[in-house]
Nanobody, 116 residues
Framework: QVQLVESGGGLVQPGGSLRLSCALV????????MGWFRQTPGKEREFVAE??????NYKDSVKGRFTISRDNAKNTVYLQMNSLKAEDTAVYYC???????????WGQGTQVTVSS
């Protein structure tokens, strides 16, 4: 049973940085594509970034500010978020999928709040 355990959320001022981490337990980490999504109240969950065999993909509004990376030795994917804006405030979810499939596995979510 694949489980995803997230950490690293919190409160940060505009322009600040946070790094989210997500550890995959119960599966072969290197065989999964990994992604990050976010959701705000009353809105649908939206794609933020993913890292697949071709490389990373990003939502347009986070390009140049967010960086997704993975450490297969630690079974962990990261989301480095710089130059944070108020509109980045959301619950961030880590997700995993076998290649060429949908995201079937989800973390519990971690709150990111950008506010002065």
């Amino acid at each position: 049973q694949v489980q995803l355990v997230e950490s690293g959320g919190g409160l940060v001022q505009p322009g600040g940085s946070l790094r989210l981490s997500c550890a995959l337990v119960g599966g072969t980490f290197s065989s999964y594509d990994m992604g990050w999504f976010r959701q705000t109240p009353g809105k649908e969950r939206e794609f933020v970034a993913e890292i697949i065999w071709r490389g990373p993909n990003y939502k347009d509004s986070v390009k140049g500010r967010f960086t997704i990376s993975r450490d297969n030795a630690k079974n962990t994917v990261y989301l480095q978020m710089n130059s944070l804006k108020a509109e980045d405030t959301a619950v961030y979810y880590c997700a995993a999928r076998p290649p060429n499939s949908g995201y079937d596995y989800w973390g519990q979510g971690t709150q990111v709040t950008v506010s002065s």
